[in-house]
C-alpha cells in the first residue's frame, strides 16, 4: 500500500494525546509515560487529554482541535482511534495510532509497527520531519443526527448482532460475555432481509455476515474485507448469504486468512457508496456501538491524514 506524501504538520501549538488506560485491559497502562517521552522526541508540546467515558474522549479532542494543536495521538485500540478521527476527519490536522488496545486494525492495516513504543517512533519521526501520509476514511449518514466516521470495518451483519447482546449482558465479565453472546445468537440465527444500493444498483438479499470496508480486518486481525484498501477511495462490501448454523461455524475461522470469500455464499463488491437498510440491526464501527439501519456509507478519499 502505498500513499502520496505531503507536508502538512504546523509549526504552531501542542501534539495532543488522548489514551485510554483500560484499553487492552490495561496489559500496557506502565507504557504510558515512555510514550509520551517518545512522542516528545517529535519537537512539540505534548499534552495529554483527560477523559473518562467514550462521549468526553470525542468531546476533548473536538475541543484540542478547536483550540489549534499541530495534531491528536490515540493511546489504546480500534475505540480510541474511533473516537479521535470524529475530531480530525476532514481536517488538515494529522493523526497518529499507538496500537495498545485488543483490537489494533486501523493501525496495522495503515502500516504502523505493532509494538507501541515502536508506533511512536514512527509518529515522533514524522512530527520531526514535517510529513503526513493521506489514506481514506468512510463516513456514515443516517435519517437524523450528524454523520458518523470510520476508519476499518463496518459490521452489520451476526458480529454486530452479538456485540450487542453482549453490551446488554452484566454478567459474565470479561470475554467470556462475548462467548457466551456468540452462544445465544447461534441458537437464534437466521438470515435476515437487507435492502442494498451499490453506487445506486439495488439489491435485495437475505444474509448472516454483512460488513463494509475501508480497511481489510476487525475484531483483532479478522480479515472479513480482505481486498480492502485505505487508500483506494473505495469501499468492499461483504456479504455472507444464507449461512445455516453449521456452515457459519465453519466458515468463521477462515476468516482471519481471508479465505471465506471462496465460499459459494459469500460475496464481495467494490464501491464508492452503499445504502443499507434492514430491520433491528444496530451497526459496530471499528468495534464501536454506531448507527442503526438504514444508514448510507461513503467512502472519502484522503479524508485523513497519518503521522507516518
Excluded at 184 to 192: D, T, Y
Aim: glycine share 12%; hydrophobic share 40%; charged share 20%.
Amino acid at each position: 500500500m502505498t500513499a502520496e506524501v505531503h507536508p502538512s504538520v504546523t509549526p504552531d501549538g501542542p501534539v495532543a494525546v488522548l489514551a485510554n488506560p483500560t484499553a487492552g485491559r490495561g496489559r500496557h497502562r506502565g507504557l504510558l509515560a515512555p510514550l509520551l517521552s517518545r512522542l516528545a522526541t517529535g519537537g512539540r508540546p505534548v499534552r495529554l487529554l483527560e477523559a473518562h467515558t467514550a462521549d468526553e474522549a470525542e468531546a476533548v479532542c473536538r475541543d484540542a482541535v478547536a483550540d489549534g494543536v499541530a495534531a491528536l495521538v490515540a493511546v489504546g485500540g480500534d475505540g480510541t482511534v474511533h473516537r479521535g478521527i470524529q475530531a480530525v476527519a476532514g481536517t488538515t490536522i494529522p493523526f497518529g495510532p499507538v496500537p495498545a488496545g485488543t483490537g489494533n486494525d486501523f493501525a496495522a492495516d495503515t502500516g504502523f509497527p505493532t509494538d507501541p513504543l515502536a508506533a511512536a517512533e514512527v509518529i515522533a519521526a514524522a512530527l520531526r520531519e514535517g510529513r503526513s501520509s493521506p489514506v481514506d476514511l468512510a463516513r456514515m449518514t443516517g435519517p437524523t443526527g450528524p454523520p458518523r466516521w470510520y476508519g476499518a470495518v463496518l459490521a452489520a451483519g451476526f458480529d454486530a448482532i452479538v456485540n450487542e447482546r453482549a453490551n446488554r449482558m452484566s454478567w459474565p465479565r470479561g470475554p467470556r460475555r462475548y462467548d457466551l453472546a456468540i452462544m445465544v445468537e447461534l441458537a437464534r440465527l437466521r438470515p435476515r432481509r437487507y435492502k442494498l444500493r451499490l453506487d445506486g444498483e439495488p439489491h435485495e438479499v437475505e444474509a448472516v455476515l454483512v460488513a463494509v470496508g475501508n480497511c481489510p480486518s476487525y475484531g483483532g486481525g479478522m480479515r472479513i474485507c480482505p481486498d480492502a484498501d485505505p487508500t483506494d477511495g473505495m469501499l468492499d462490501v461483504v456479504v455472507g448469504g444464507r449461512l445455516d448454523r453449521r456452515t457459519l461455524i465453519r466458515v468463521k475461522p477462515s476468516i482471519y486468512q481471508g479465505t471465506h470469500l471462496r465460499h459459494p455464499l459469500v460475496h464481495s463488491y467494490r464501491v464508492r457508496t452503499v445504502e443499507l437498510a434492514a430491520e433491528g440491526i444496530t451497526t459496530y464501527a471499528d468495534g464501536e456501538r454506531s448507527l442503526e439501519l438504514p444508514l448510507t456509507v461513503s467512502a472519502v478519499p484522503g479524508a485523513l491524514r497519518l503521522l507516518r
